[in-house]
Nanobody, 120 residues
């Protein structure tokens, strides 16, 4: 099993920055991809960024150039550096990780979420 705990959310003004952290514990040796999702009021949960175990990254078009995802495998932690924040970035941000064995996904885990609010 894998447990994910997010931190770093808060209230910032437009143009500001936040750095989210997600610490994984449990069967961390089996984690493959890790990512950040968000759910804004009135919208479905959407992928923000993902990073593979090898360090390859993908970003939603809406955050590309402003957000950076990274991971520290030694600390079992994934980060999301968010710069040039906009009010439309306001959402609950969730950390996600999949667990693989022999190349197959056997489980998917979510953190509890952390609120990011960007004021105008």
């Amino acid at each position: 099993q894998v447990q994910l705990v997010e931190s770093g959310g808060g209230l910032v003004q437009a143009g500001g920055s936040l750095r989210l952290s997600c610490a994984a514990s449990g069967s961390v040796f089996s984690i493959n991809n890790m990512g950040w999702y968000r759910q804004a009021p009135g919208k479905q949960r959407e992928l923000v960024a993902v990073i593979t175990s090898g360090g390859n990254t993908n970003y939603a078009a809406s955050v590309k150039g402003r957000f950076t995802i990274s991971r520290d495998n030694a600390k079992n932690t994934v980060y999301l550096q968010m710069n040039s924040l906009k009010p439309e970035d306001t959402a609950v941000y969730y950390c996600n990780a999949d667990q693989r064995r022999a190349g197959l996904t056997i489980a998917n885990y979510w953190g509890q979420g952390t609120q990011v609010t960007v004021s105008s």
